[in-house]
């Protein structure tokens, strides 16, 4: 119990000093405004989102506050509603590429011989791949799906993250207590996993949240060129729907407006809480 407690303390200052600074806070405003919205989306939207509310095309008003579209669905809620799917795919797409970049980083800067230069070539081979085009061949072969989604972004986009956590795990291993460990019979695992990754854990959150903008960028563009899952209510749907419905044509700048916005925001929130993580990391070390 005194081990739980002892946990959340420490995430709670880091909390606090990373809302310290004002991108930090910033970040933190926006990222939670964000969760918050997916989390209470049943109860923060006015309508069902795949209902008909309203006339087809309505302009915004008191009762539908962004219009409606071609079919008379509020486009508010769906607003709400898609900000689960982006976020279920940033996020999962981000735990992923960050979980496969801190293994291959940590063995390959621990195993710094054979082993090492092996993962590192292959990681030289990941980042050459081009990751949209190559979402764009994998959609149009297989039943797009958002689980195919997250895999492919996970798979394609953790070769960065390997790279930076390979070079701190080479700096770390030098140092006294990892001498210490060795000396006390722990196993590699150990050192590897109880030793040196809670000294670069605010550096993995780092990448983790730079992974998961890449993840609600990359989804909403695929969304967009039409080679998403349309049974996936998102912004990137909403925005493909905008564009195959004629609102750009018809003046209807609010339906394709809102969820570019809110990808934007998004996006900005979670750089900032990088930054702010960042700033956070950069003090711990030279303390």
Do not use: C
């Amino acid at each position: 119990m005194s081990q739980v407690s002892r946990f959340l303390s420490s995430r709670w200052n880091d909390l606090r000093l990373i809302a310290s600074t004002t991108t930090g806070k910033a970040g933190l405003v926006l990222t939670l405004f964000f969760l918050l919205m997916a989390a209470l989306a049943p109860f923060l939207s006015p309508y069902s989102p795949n209902v008909s509310s309203g006339p087809a095309y309505a302009v915004p008003s008191w009762a539908h506050p962004l219009g409606t579209d071609d079919i008379g669905e509020d486009l508010l809620s769906q607003l709400i509603w898609g900000s689960r799917g982006s976020l279920l795919i940033g996020i999962s797409a981000g735990f992923l590429s960050t979980l496969l970049g801190v293994t291959v980083g940590l063995t390959a800067g621990y195993y710094a011989a054979r082993t090492g230069e092996a993962l590192m070539r292959l990681t030289d081979v990941m980042l050459v791949l081009p990751l949209l085009p190559f979402l764009i061949v994998v959609a149009a072969i297989f039943p797009s799906s958002v689980l195919l989604v997250i895999v492919v972004i996970g798979l394609l986009s953790w070769p960065w993250t390997a790279r930076v956590i390979r070079s701190q795990t080479l700096t770390l291993k030098t140092r006294p207590f990892v001498d210490a460990s060795i000396l006390s019979g722990m196993s590699d695992l150990g050192i590897m996993f109880r030793v040196l990754l809670p000294n670069m854990m605010a550096l993995v959150i780092l990448y983790g949240v730079f992974s998961a903008v890449t993840a609600v960028v990359v989804e909403a563009g695929l969304d967009f060129i039409g080679l998403g899952s349309i049974t996936n209510l998102s912004w990137g749907i909403m925005l493909f729907f905008s564009l195959s419905r004629n609102a750009m044509i018809r003046g209807l700048w609010w339906w394709f407006l809102a969820p570019g916005l809110m990808i934007a925001l998004v996006g900005t929130g979670f750089i900032l809480l990088g930054y702010g993580i960042e700033e956070r990391y950069k003090l711990r070390v030279e303390q």
